[in-house]
């Protein structure tokens, strides 16, 4: 158990729908990162929070939005879903920049 | 531009038999970290080991070794005796100081199947 939770562990939604993934970090960690990892194009990075604040963001699509609030816990929000966004999402989260990540079991969204 | 590969999509090995994991990693900055995660079938990613960029030297950890070796940019992991419960899709990824939010890059994983 890496200490970072994540729910819901599955999801199975609808095409047009939206989504919230909720992340809560390894206490004491200020960083949290989102990945998607998906058949074609692998674990990818999404976007980045430290200390509630964003940092950077990947290849996350406008359709995409995360935000991470006071208690640090992260919310990553899908709209408009599509099939092509059926993955597997992570959350890590680190202590500092830079530091080992560590990561949440990961929510399996499903779009029909 | 930074890259991680691993060549090697799948491995089949018989249980006790030694495996090795090729990684090899590119990137420009000469301040980096990199990482093993191993995937097991129940999905989640567990961390492996660490090592920055000034240090070479090669780690052991019980029946997993890693190797380090800037010269050919590689970081390869070996698994000594490999057992049925090693049987998991490993991770190499890097991160580096010119990426202010040191994400990682992961490469595309390789699928070791123990059989015993």
């Known amino acids: 158990d890496s200490g970072v939770t994540q729910t819901p562990k599955h999801l199975i939604t609808a095409t047009g729908q939206r989504v919230t993934l909720r992340c809560s970090p390894r206490?004491?960690?200020?960083?949290v990162y989102w990945y998607q990892q998906s058949l074609d194009q692998g674990l990818q990075f999404l976007i980045q929070?430290?200390?509630?604040?964003?940092?950077a963001k990947g290849n996350i699509l406008e359709r995409f939005s995360a935000q991470q609030f006071p208690d640090l816990h992260s919310e990553l929000n899908l709209s408009s879903l599509e099939l092509g966004d059926s993955a597997l999402y992570f959350c890590?989260?680190?202590?500092?920049?830079?530091?080992?990540?560590?990561f949440g079991p990961g929510t399996r969204l499903t779009v029909l | 531009a930074q890259k991680v590969t691993q060549a090697q999509t799948e491995i089949s090995v018989v249980e006790k038999e030694d495996v090795t994991l090729d990684c090899v990693y590119e990137t420009r900055d000469t301040t980096y970290y990199l990482f093993w995660y191993k995937q097991p079938p129940s999905g989640e990613l567990v961390f492996l080991i660490r090592?920055?960029?000034?240090?070479?030297q090669n780690e052991i950890s019980g029946r997993y070794s890693w190797n380090f070796q800037k010269s050919t940019s590689s970081f390869n992991f070996t698994i000594t005796a490999s057992q049925v419960v090693d049987s998991a899709v490993y991770f190499c990824a890097l991160s580096s100081l010119g990426d202010s939010s040191y994400k990682l890059i992961f490469g595309s994983g390789t699928r070791l199947l123990v059989r015993p």
């Open positions: 890590a989260s680190s202590v500092e920049i830079p530091d080992t990540q560590y």
């Open positions: 929070y430290y200390n509630g604040e964003e940092r």
């Open positions: 206490s004491g960690d200020l960083s």
């Open positions: 090592r920055n960029s000034f240090d070479e």
